[in-house]
């Protein structure tokens, strides 16, 4: 049982690059998440998912984009790198019933140039 | 916007000696949760209290709400080198339609327990 996987876990892109993050769950969850990360701050919710083929916009959504086609796999796209996307990503998941605990990945850590 | 905001932002103790942090915020809550990361790790849940609830203990965690006042505190005895982490609140409020799907968290409080 692996839990929330990620990929990759560190990545170096030029302004205007493109790239896709993906975040892999074998926990069954129907729910997952895209955070980030930047220094003195907490987690901010980029988009999530509450089942699969469904996606909806977080707290700061400008410049990405998500799919998840399947349920276990949830991606994360920046079309068009820009140097403010520079981050530590997270993936997370959860249940749909119980406790809305979450289980984090590992994060990815993004530079753009 | 911050829902939680955790305090101190950082706290350096002693090992054997007990660490609290608090955390307020803003709007009604179904619960509130705890998070610890490690530097470069990803989060991990330690605790949740609900909001009917006052006090939790978990092992060496004791967390208390306070829904009056819109705070929390997580207190860690007999802290370890090993308890040094970043340690986050994060609250859980229900939608206008019920549903649960978001947890809003804090800046964190960096805990630097000492040997």
């Known amino acids: 049982n692996a839990g929330v996987t990620q990929t990759p876990k560190f990545r170096v892109l030029k302004t205007g690059q493109s790239m896709t993050l993906l975040c892999a769950q074998d926990?069954?969850?129907?729910?997952m998440y895209w955070y980030r990360q930047d220094p003195g701050m907490g987690l901010r919710l980029i988009h999530y998912?509450?089942?699969?083929?469904?996606?909806a916009k977080g707290e700061v959504p400008d410049g990405y984009n998500v799919s998840r086609l399947k349920k276990q796999n949830f991606l994360l796209g920046l079309e068009s790198a820009a140097p403010s996307q520079t981050s530590v990503y997270f993936c997370?998941?959860?249940?749909?019933?119980?406790?809305?605990?979450?289980?984090f990945g590992p994060g990815t850590r993004l530079t753009v140039l | 916007s911050q829902q939680g905001e955790e305090d101190p932002q950082a706290l350096s103790i002693q090992e054997g000696e007990n660490a609290t942090m608090n955390c307020s915020y803003k709007?009604?809550?179904?619960?509130l949760q705890w998070y610890r990361q490690n530097s470069g790790r990803g989060l991990v849940h330690l605790i949740l209290?609900?909001?009917?609830?006052r006090e939790k203990h978990s092992g060496r965690l004791r967390v208390t709400l306070d829904t009056s006042k819109k705070s929390s505190s997580l207190l860690i005895t007999a802290s370890r080198a090993a308890d040094t982490a970043s340690y986050f609140c994060?609250?859980?409020?229900?939608?206008?339609?019920?549903?649960?799907?978001?947890?809003?968290f804090g800046k964190g409080t960096l805990l630097t327990v000492n040997p």
């Open positions: 926990m069954n969850h129907e729910y």
């Open positions: 709007t009604s809550i179904n619960n």
């Open positions: 997370a998941s959860r249940w749909s019933r119980g406790t809305d605990t979450q289980y």
């Open positions: 209290i609900r909001s009917n609830e």
């Open positions: 994060a609250t859980g409020s229900l939608n206008s339609g019920g549903s649960n799907y978001k947890l809003t």
């Open positions: 998912s509450v089942g699969e083929g469904t996606t």
